[in-house]
T-cell receptor
Framework: SQQGEEDPQALSIQEGENATMNCSYK?????LQWYRQNSGRGLVHLIL?????REKHSGRLRVTLDTSKKSSSLLITASRAADTASYFC???????????FGSGTRLQVQP | EAGVAQSPRYKIIEKRQSVAFWCNPI?????LYWYQQILGQGPKLLIQ????????DSQLPKDRFSAERLKGVDSTLKIQPAKLEDSAVYLC????????????????FGEGSRLTVL
């Protein structure tokens, strides 16, 4: 079953900087979702981008999707210490009934 | 709207003992998932229910793990006997749709139950 592979595995930045993390996948998709997981907590849905969309915004989040390269990126602008978390992408192909996850990107935002 | 409820939050047991985790999904959500997340890894799907029927249990170690959702609402995941490698966080999630790719397909996760097997 398809799962995304996030890159980098870990990222450390200063508060106020932008954070970019990438996701690659293997087969055609209907949509792709991003989730955040704070330490010791469950995953929280951040944003969904459909296969016919190239870019989507939600607050300080910007997601892009390049279906020709089978990749997506998540940009967090003006990062805050509270953005410290693991971030997972989940590509959804046709008929998919459950999400599968890679190992995620661990983001550390230094105050 | 109440979120996905899980209990207990933490459990420590000896190997070969048994343990059970409980999950109550968001009201009205027909689809329920159990994931296992080992430290440093992403969540791995164990079993998926649609109402009280099993949709996918292909990655559930059936010699020791069992799960049920008898009335199509809350669910229990049991491990018996536990092994050291079962130490993980067990996450329950729910969604309002079965075919995630055909809709907004968002999953709602509980806070998880952290199991330590000594």
């Amino acid at each position: 079953s398809q799962q995304g592979e996030e890159d980098p595995q870990a990222l450390s930045i200063q508060e106020g900087e932008n954070a970019t993390m990438n996701c690659s996948y293997k087969t055609s998709i209907n949509n792709l979702q991003w989730y955040r997981q704070n330490s010791g907590r469950g995953l929280v849905h951040l944003i969904l981008i459909r296969s016919n969309e190239r870019e989507k915004h939600s607050g300080r989040l910007r997601v892009t999707l390049d279906t020709s390269k089978k990749s997506s990126s998540l940009l967090i602008t003006a990062s805050r210490a509270a953005d410290t978390a693991s971030y997972f992408c989940a590509p959804m192909d046709t008929g998919r009934r459950a999400l599968t996850f890679g190992s995620g990107t661990r983001l550390q935002v230094q105050p | 709207e109440a979120g996905v409820a899980q209990s207990p939050r933490y459990k420590i047991i000896e190997k070969r003992q048994s343990v059970a985790f409980w999950c109550n999904p968001i009201s009205g959500h027909a689809t329920l998932y159990w994931y296992q997340q080992i430290l440093g890894q992403g969540p791995k799907l164990l079993i998926q229910f649609q109402n009280n029927g099993v949709v996918d249990d292909s990655q559930l170690p059936k010699d020791r793990f069992s799960a049920e959702r008898l009335k199509g609402v809350d669910s229990t995941l049991k491990i018996q006997p536990a092994k050291l490698e079962d130490s993980a966080v067990y996450l329950c999630a729910s969604s309002s749709t079965l075919i995630l790719a055909a809709s907004t397909g968002e999953l709602f996760f509980g806070e998880g139950s952290r199991l330590t097997v000594l």
